[in-house]
């Protein structure tokens, strides 16, 4: 175990899960989410409604925004993000089921800029949306949740897009990501390329391998598992006085910081 000690310094408030009204299961008009957000403090809001699919047969969801629309959808949070940038960072992504029919549609909504994300929102695994999967309740509806609804979906590279940030930090501030994953690494320093961010270095490993290596002002997880676990493989990471930033339980609304 580390010898560091933390505290609990500030707190950050996102949301990149929210809907609007066309998927028929939201109220009110998005300004008024960007309106809450800023009353509460928050520094990113996410819009993310339910994705529609361009349906050949005219099959009509029950809880998601149609086709037609979708660029009223996007105009909206586009207008509100140029409206209020300088009081929230508004982001554009959706909500979507891995449809195997539909993903090539899905995928060229990221590859050509239109969506910033995708959350991956598992409640059917046909586009009829035959069955629900918030009812399942035996072995095997169960078994067909997690084989198909999930783990066909995160095979697929579009749902490990990552969200990049910016949290007015310093001026030419380092970042170092850790992935073990060589696919993941792989497609990580495409959009370093991509993006030209000539300050982000990908290095493929497990976190406790760069234990002395190297130590950072900040240090985060994509998974967190319980902190005497990730305390030990996280802090040897953080200099001196440095932030560990974790998401708590599901009883807790909001991230905070620790310093060490």
């Given at each position: ?77 586009r207008e509100l993000r140029e409206r209020y940038q300088d009081q929230i960072s508004i982001h554009l992504g ?167």
């Amino acid at each position: 175990m580390s010898g560091k000690t933390f505290k609990e310094a500030s707190t950050i408030r996102t949301n990149f899960h929210s809907h609007t009204t066309r998927c028929q299961h939201a109220t009110g008009a998005d300004e008024d989410y960007v309106l809450a957000a800023i009353a509460a403090g928050y520094s990113h809001l996410g819009f993310s409604d339910h994705s529609p699919f361009p349906y050949e047969d005219g099959f009509v969801s029950g809880m998601r925004m149609r086709i037609d629309q979708y660029q009223d959808y996007l105009g909206s949070v586009r207008e509100l993000r140029e409206r209020y940038q300088d009081q929230i960072s508004i982001h554009l992504g959706v909500e979507a089921e891995y449809y195997e029919r539909y993903q090539g549609w899905l995928a060229g909504q990221l590859s050509s800029g239109t969506l910033e994300y995708l959350i991956l929102g598992s409640h059917y695994d046909l586009p009829e949306e035959s069955f629900y999967f918030g009812e399942a309740n035996t072995p095997a509806l169960l078994r067909r949740y997690a084989e198909g609804a999930r783990v066909e979906a995160i095979r697929q590279p579009e749902w490990e897009r990552v969200l990049i940030l910016d949290l007015d930090g310093p001026e030419g501030v380092f970042e170092l990501v850790i992935e073990p994953m060589e696919r993941r690494c792989a497609w990580l320093n495409d959009q370093v390329e991509t993006l030209g961010l000539d300050n982000v270095e990908v290095k493929r490993g497990r976190a406790e391998e760069y234990h002395g290596a190297f130590e950072v002002d900040q240090v985060t997880a994509r998974a967190v598992t319980a902190l005497r676990k990730l305390v030990p493989l996280a802090a040897p990471l953080l200099r001196d006085g440095g932030e560990l930033l974790l998401l708590k339980g599901s009883s807790v609304a909001t991230p905070s910081w620790c310093s060490a």
